[in-house]
T-cell receptor, first 113, second 117 residues
């Protein structure tokens, strides 16, 4: 299996632009997580999907952030408009019937100028 | 609120030797899960080992084992026969066993492990 696939690996954009991060979970996994990692705050859960349904989105910082999972093999995390404080590494993770992340992607390093 | 503390920002070990990484946590719950994740320079987080609080037996995964002391709220990770590929940042994490907690993991600050040849 190819593992959890995230794209892009790096993203640099200017403040105010829309940013879309993508994730393909491991085939057969029905739980998907989006995490954000910064030096100041460490790892934070943004949102958790189970069977494509958002179960816990209490970690989504504000209305500028939105996440979707239209099917079992694809999820997006969108930031609109982006701000410099959104700069971080964003991880997607998946698991099979798990309530914790088992497999992480390589992350997307996002820099907002 | 639960907290997870890793008091060792950095550790080093000689190849083939054993190293123990410390983790303590604070909780009033009796049902929970504890984890160790590894993040190598490649950045990808890897689940190393998991422990359910109701299990008295310490979890083991090949060269990785834990010392779970529930009363002391301690959850240390022992790496035996250390290999160069073990070099990484190691995170301890806690998850409540309550269904209403969603899927939130509380992570420690991490311990950077260096393996010297």
């Amino acid at each position: 299996d190819a593992g959890v696939i995230q794209s892009p690996r790096h993203e640099v954009t200017e403040m105010g632009q829309e940013v879309t991060l993508r994730c393909k979970p491991i085939s057969g996994h029905n739980s998907l997580f989006w995490y954000r990692q910064t030096m100041m705050r460490g790892l934070e859960l943004l949102i958790y999907f189970n069977n494509n349904v958002p179960i816990d989105d209490s970690g989504m910082p504000e209305d500028r952030f939105s996440a979707k999972m239209p099917n079992a093999s694809f999820s997006t995390l969108k930031i609109q408009p982006s701000e410099p404080r959104d700069s971080a590494v964003y991880f997607c993770a998946s698991s099979f019937r798990g309530i914790w992340p088992q497999h992480f992607g390589d992350g997307t390093r996002l820099s907002i100028l | 609120a639960q907290t997870v503390t890793q008091s060792q920002p950095e550790m080093s070990v000689q190849e083939a030797e054993t190293v123990t990484l410390s983790c303590t946590y604070d909780t009033s719950e009796s049902d929970y899960y504890l984890f160790w994740y590894k993040q190598p320079p490649s950045r990808q987080m890897i689940l190393v080992i998991r422990q359910e609080a109701y299990k008295q037996q310490n979890a083991t995964e090949n060269r990785f084992s834990v010392n779970f002391q529930k009363a002391a709220k301690s959850f240390s990770l022992k790496i035996s026969d250390s290999q160069l590929g073990d070099a990484a940042m190691y995170f301890c994490a806690y998850r409540s066993g309550k269904e209403t907690s969603g899927s939130r993991l509380t992570f420690g600050e991490g311990t950077q492990l260096t393996v010297n040849p």
